[in-house]
Structure formats: C-alpha cells, structure tokens
Nanobody
Framework: QVPPVESGGGLVQAGGSLRLSCVIP????????MEWFRQAPGKEREFVAA????????NYADSVKGRFTISRENAKNTVYLEMDRLKPEDTAVYYC????????????????????WGQGTQVTVSS
C-alpha cells in the first residue's frame, strides 16, 4: 500500500495555529476511520485525534481536546488536523493513518495497529 502523505507542518510561536493535511492515495477512503498520531523526541508515538468513516464522530487525546479539530473530505481522500492555541509541548512529528477496521466508530485507537508509517510532518512550537 502507498503510505499516507502528510503536509502542513512548520515552525510557529506558542499560541499560533497550523493546519495539517494528509492524503491517502489509491485506497478506499470513505469506509474507514482516519487518525492522527504524533511522536516527540525521546517519546513514544501517541494518539492525537480520530474521525470515524462518516465524519460524524470524532475523538481526541485529552492533551489536545478543545484546541485541535479533525475533519475529512472524502471526495479528496484527505483528512485534516486544525491545530489552534499551540503549545511548546505540541512539538512533534505528526503522522496520519487509516484505521484497519471497516466502518469502525468506536473509541479505541493505538499506534500498535500499524507496521509502517509515512514520513510525517514536523511541527515545532517555540515558546
């Protein structure tokens, strides 16, 4: 499978905003949940946000709830992560993945499902 292609990262001051995009080329898109994960230097990869296959349900890590918004555009095989009120602790490489469970609308998401990852996009928040 072609890996996801993430983009939109960059350097931003604390309190600023960024919008990440992720394209999943060549796959059935609208039957699967989409997820964002991140990995900070020296730390394990962690779940950030998920959106179910229809776009009607979303889930967020407590650390980003109220600041980040996940959305999807099925016609473009694209998922977005709008990040507002960024903090230095949000600094990480951000990755997206397509959930392997068709029509999944639950709340359990883990990076352990995935054996391969795209290149990710670096987000750096300065204080």
């Amino acid at each position: 499978q072609v890996p996801p292609v993430e983009s939109g990262g960059g350097l931003v001051q604390a309190g600023g905003s960024l919008r990440l995009s992720c394209v999943i080329p060549g796959r059935t898109f609208d039957e699967y949940a989409m997820e964002w994960f991140r990995q900070a230097p020296g730390k394990e990869r962690e779940f950030v946000a998920a959106i179910n296959w229809s776009g009607a349900g979303t889930n967020y890590a407590d650390s980003v709830k109220g600041r980040f918004t996940i959305s999807r555009e099925n016609a473009k095989n694209t998922v977005y992560l709008e990040m507002d009120r960024l903090k230095p602790e949000d600094t990480a490489v951000y990755y997206c993945q397509q959930d392997p469970r068709q029509y999944y609308s639950g709340t359990y998401f883990t990076p352990a499902f995935f054996g391969s990852w795209g290149q990710g996009t670096q987000v750096t928040v300065s204080s």
